[in-house]
């Protein structure tokens, strides 16, 4: 149980950063002159805001435990409401665009690596390495620009309050999640093809995988159950890895394709140095990264035998 | 395992009867710098219930005849460009891979030389046996589970019902090679290629798993093809011997024969170059070595591809090359003396 001590080192070291940083939720209100300077100073004091870095992080951490997140500075609300309201958006859209990525990256990572060098491995090989030399805001304004601009298929502003019922509001919540979940997709999918496929290539000229064949096991059975099952271990670990990258590359694209996710609720929080939303969309974050190192280590126990958790 | 299936497995071979015939197998490799002729037209013949021994120094051709047999070659770069491998009657080289796959292990079984990585380190060592005897025989998982169990007793690993459910990681080197001794033999094959299955493991070990292929042979009846480069893994288990130097064969003879009365220059190097403990404590004599390497396979020299390390090279050898010929009964020899 590494998490643990991990979450509270990341939140010491965010509450720190965030608490050295340069800005100052009140600066709007030092430049206005209807506002006195001990009205501010009396406001800073009444948050809390003038005491040392410790008491506030302690005071902070006891808050948070008690499920205290505190409210934004700038629009009043609490800090769970609003993460609780954007989080589900998120988790859809990366959770969409990681599945869409992983059904890419296996069957054609693994497809291209049993016929290495042919036709079929060179186009992979290409289109993977456009794909993950693209980056996602580039690729995002081409998808805007194609389907919205020029076809008019797809919208390009992603919609909350969508007032269909029934059939109706799944239809438009699929549509206007095809552009982010694409574009995210495509671009992890180009890279874990590649991954894949060195991955897939390194387990093929094992001698085990001979024995298999040895055994006259049908190629099919030597590749799923002797190649894939023993190549997947890199490529969890990978997948794992990359999770802290993921999350950034959504927060661009959310960005792009106006998804109201806690991805943009962070860039905008930082703009207005809003720190209690900062330091608790962060923290999500991070608390997501070390969920998905967790489960990435059972997975990894359970397909490498090699490794055990005593 | 029970009484009947025993008797079952132990059904008497009919010596003398041909099983394995190969001949004139030519396997080439295509690589950056031209093909390799790593088996030039080689013949061996292995008959029911015996044991012949292929000897040879690295890179003579040996494995890639084993592993053509089974045609577990990577073809690309490899193909068989000449030859034929009669196996009880029927050639294997023109066959489908569906029809290759119903002769691997159930017919012909395959051990391996690296024992620490021919098992798949992510199944338990029963799951991988079982696997076999499912794949051939079709048993339930629970039949199979119980033959991979029986397997295991029979190659004299302890607590086998146990050991059935551990990873290849928890068994040593020498017990690993048994392991894939138990899935070579688990669906009864009639031939068994053991290809330098000692050379990765300790002395003692090796002695211990020579023993086994003896002990399993005799017990189940099946021809043993066993490529070595060792004359000392020669004497103990063979009863013919089938010498190879850079992609043919030099030499074939019963094993008394070979060691009484070496004809080829070559084998009668390789006799000299093993260490004689006993004369080596007393007399400080120098291992006698055969000068010089393994000629290229890549455009091997016109003649006697043993000419440039012969210590007898005439004129005659670097012209043209000797025919396998008998020199006596059941002695054949490449050499012009």
């Known amino acids: ?310 | 395992m029970s009484a009947s299936t025993t008797e079952a497995r132990t059904a008497p071979a009919a010596v003398g009867q041909r099983l394995l015939e190969i001949s004139g197998l030519k396997v080439h490799f295509r690589t950056d710098d031209g093909m390799v002729r790593a088996v030039d037209g080689v013949d061996i013949g292995v008959d029911r219930g015996e044991t012949v021994c292929v000897v040879g120094e690295s890179g003579c051709g040996k494995t890639v005849t084993a592993m053509t047999v089974l045609k577990l070659i990577a073809m690309p770069p490899g193909q068989i460009v000449a030859g034929s491998i009669m196996f009880e009657g029927r050639d294997i080289v023109p066959m489908t891979p569906a029809q290759m796959r119903a002769i691997r292990s159930k017919q012909i079984g395959i051990v391996f030389q690296e024992p620490m990585t021919s098992l798949n380190p992510v199944y338990t060592v029963g799951h991988q046996i079982a696997e076999t005897v499912r794949h051939h025989e079709g048993l339930s998982k629970k039949a199979a589970y119980e033959r991979a169990a029986d397997m295991l007793r029979l190659v004299n690993i302890p607590s086998p019902q146990r050991r059935v459910h551990d990873y290849p990681h928890q068994f040593s080197g020498g017990m690993r090679q048994r392991v894939m001794i138990a899935m070579a033999l688990s669906c009864n094959p009639k031939l068994l290629i053991a290809d330098e299955p000692t050379t990765a493991l300790d002395v003692t070990i090796q002695a211990q798993i020579l023993e086994l292929l003896t002990e399993m042979k005799e017990r189940l009846g099946m021809a043993v093809m066993l490529i070595t480069h060792a004359m000392g893994v020669v004497a103990e288990t063979a009863q013919r011997v089938v010498v190879m130097y850079a992609g043919k064969v030099v030499e074939e003879a019963r094993v008394e024969d070979l060691f009484a009365n070496p004809r080829h220059p070559y084998t009668q190097g390789l006799i000299r170059s093993i260490p004689r403990i006993d004369l080596a404590a007393t007399t400080h004599t120098r291992l006698e070595a055969i000068p010089g390497t393994v000629p290229s396979l890549l455009n091997p020299p016109k003649g006697c591809r043993f000419a440039a390390r012969c210590r007898y090279v005439t004129e005659a050898c670097l012209a043209a090359e000797p025919p396998l010929v008998e020199k006596a009964p059941g002695h054949k020899a490449a050499c012009i003396l």
């Open chain 1, 1 to 310: 149980m590494i998490a643990i001590p991990s979450l509270l080192g990341i939140s010491v070291i965010l509450f720190t950063v965030l608490a050295l940083a340069p800005g100052d939720p009140f600066e709007e209100l030092a430049t206005n002159p209807a506002i006195p300077p001990e009205v501010r100073m009396q406001l800073r004091a009444s948050l809390g805001m003038d005491d040392p870095i410790y008491i506030r992080y302690f005071r902070w951490l006891f808050a948070m435990l008690q499920g205290e997140w505190g409210f934004s500075f700038v629009s009043r609300i609490n800090v769970d409401q609003l993460i609780l309201q954007r989080l589900p958006t998120t988790l859809i859209v990366i959770g969409s665009s990681q599945i869409l990525a992983l059904a890419i990256a296996l069957p054609v990572g693994v497809l291209a690596a049993t016929r290495p060098y042919s036709i079929f491995d060179q186009v992979v090989n290409t289109l993977a390495f456009v794909g993950f030399s693209l980056p996602t805001f580039f690729t995002g304004l081409l998808f805007i620009m194609f389907f919205s601009i020029w076809l008019g298929w797809l919208p390009f502003v992603y919609n909350t309050n969508i007032t269909a019922t029934g059939w109706q509001w799944w239809w438009e919540h699929i549509r206007q999640s095809i552009m982010p979940v694409l574009v995210l997709g495509l671009f992890q999918g180009a890279a874990w093809t590649r991954f894949v496929r060195s991955a897939v290539l390194d387990v093929i000229r094992l001698d085990h995988v001979t024995t298999a064949r040895a055994k006259g096991l049908p190629e099919g059975r030597v590749t799923t159950r002797h190649v894939v099952r023993n190549a997947l271990i890199p490529v969890v670990t990978l997948v794992a890895l990359q999770m802290p990258i993921v999350f950034g590359g959504a927060i661009v694209t959310e960005q792009i394709f106006r998804v109201p996710g806690i991805g943009s609720l962070l860039i905008s929080a930082i703009l207005a140095n809003d720190t209690p939303v900062i330091m608790a969309v962060t923290f999500v974050f991070a608390c997501l990264v070390i969920f998905f190192n967790l489960l990435a280590d059972i997975i990894y126990g359970w397909l490498d035998p090699r490794i055990s958790y005593r």
